[in-house]
């Protein structure tokens, strides 16, 4: 089984990181009443966040002292306008934007970012993070040698015996794009969680490779064979997964379900200990 993190991660690694997921994989299998466990040789870790560490910095560790003047024109603006408006319709705390002034002004970009800050969503997240949060996405879809790299090293982690992948928020994007990059893969089993995949514009039409078009909505080439059993898992309240249903970007054929995380509605633990979880990833294990 090969498991894929989201964004904020840059200062882990993949020892860490397997930590935290192996007990919360395991409670979800508890959750779904499989008798059999994972074991730490059944778990491998895919970690690509150390491409957006920043290097030769004894002391920057961690992240960039960003601020509102740093989210960029374009795509950052756009994604933050999108997170905000979501955070709204989930948040009664939260004060809808104007969306047609974000984009045009510094004090609009301010606003949005101190109303993330704000909402539960957000709670207890720096300013500047979210910011490298944007960056990260924005490097991920725009810079042609990270992609390359951080797809690499996922597609490095599929062996002949993988038959899982599960994958959180960026993750999802970095994991479907090795596989479809891994024609004949054994995958049987994708698993995403809080995933940004569907957000048309954004994320959809920014895939590699390029969703179809074949006279209606752009539709995402499959990532696997006709056996792939794909499972996304979405919270209400995730911001990050602004398209909770993935069908209409990638086929009926993909299982939706909203799952409830409480405040922690992005959290990778809080989806992995979800029953529905433990069902799909014990269904591709099986």
Request: charged fraction near 20%.
């Amino acid at each position: 089984m090969v498991a894929v993190h989201g964004i904020g991660k840059q200062t882990l690694g993949e020892e860490t990181l397997r930590k935290e997921w192996l007990p919360a994989l395991n409670d979800g299998l508890a959750r779904a009443d499989v008798v059999d466990r994972l074991s730490d040789p059944d778990l491998q870790m895919a970690f690509y966040g150390s491409l957006f560490r920043p290097q030769g910095q004894f002391l920057a560790v961690g992240d960039l002292p960003y601020t509102a003047a740093d989210v960029a024109e374009g795509l950052e603006q756009e994604l933050l306008l999108a997170w905000w408006t979501a955070a709204a319709a989930s948040d009664p705390a939260v004060v809808p934007p104007d969306a047609d002034t974000l984009v045009s002004t510094p004090r609009s970009v301010q606003a949005g970012l101190l109303a993330l800050s704000g909402s539960r969503f957000f709670a207890g997240v720096a300013l500047r993070a979210i910011v490298f949060a944007l960056k990260q996405v924005h490097g991920y879809l725009t810079d042609p040698d990270l992609r390359a790299q951080a797809t690499a090293r996922v597609a490095d982690q599929i062996r002949e015996d993988t038959r899982v992948v599960v994958a959180h928020s960026l993750g999802s994007v970095v994991a479907y794009e090795a596989l479809c990059a891994r024609p004949g893969h054994g995958v049987g089993a994708l698993v995403t969680i809080g995933s940004p995949l569907g957000i048309p514009n954004l994320i959809l039409h920014r895939l590699q490779p390029p969703p179809l078009m074949l006279g209606g909505p752009p539709r995402g080439v499959w990532p696997g064979d006709a056996e792939l059993v794909w499972t996304n898992l979405a919270d209400a309240g995730d911001v990050v997964a602004l398209v909770k249903d993935l069908r209409s970007a990638f086929g009926e054929q993909v299982r939706c379900a909203i799952v409830h995380n409480g405040a922690r509605a992005h959290d990778a633990s809080a989806y992995l200990t979800d029953p529905l979880c433990g069902r799909a990833v014990a269904d591709g294990l099986a």
